[in-house]
């Protein structure tokens, strides 16, 4: 019977141990989620501030700034295309060059 008390007495202090460490990671994760929902205050503040600056900017656009900046779309689209339609040509020219060296081996000009 003794034996059978310490038995249990230890496997109480154990549940406790157990139960003390579990309470401490408790008030653990509850601090860090008081830092996040501060950190997520601070956020959904800094958004809604993005949010009116963007708005005002977009309402801040007059149709002649609005077509200027189509324009500058369209015109960066264009030059990316030209660069794309040039280096594609290197690549052919560079091509026929090799062909060319292929098919007449004799007429390779040493510079």
């Known amino acids: 019977k003794q034996w059978y008390q310490r ?7 154990d549940k406790k ?3 003390d460490r579990l309470n401490a990671l408790i008030r653990e994760k509850e601090s860090e989620c008081g830092v996040l929902d501060a950190e997520l205050k601070e956020l959904a ?5 993005r949010q009116q600056i963007q708005e005002a900017c ?4 007059t149709p002649a700034a609005n077509q200027r900046m189509k324009d500058i ?6 030059v990316d295309l030209a660069k794309s339609q ?3 040509v ?3 020219r560079a ?3 090799r062909l060319r060296m292929k098919t007449f081996p004799a007429l390779v000009q040493n510079n």
């Open 7 to 13: 038995r249990v007495r230890g496997k109480v202090s």
């Open 17 to 19: 141990r157990i139960l």
């Open 45 to 49: 503040v800094s958004l809604v501030e």
């Open 58 to 61: 977009v309402a801040d656009l």
């Open 73 to 78: 779309v369209a015109r960066r689209k264009l």
């Open 86 to 88: 040039s280096q594609e």
């Open 90 to 92: 290197a690549v052919l």
């Open 95 to 97: 091509e026929v060059e």
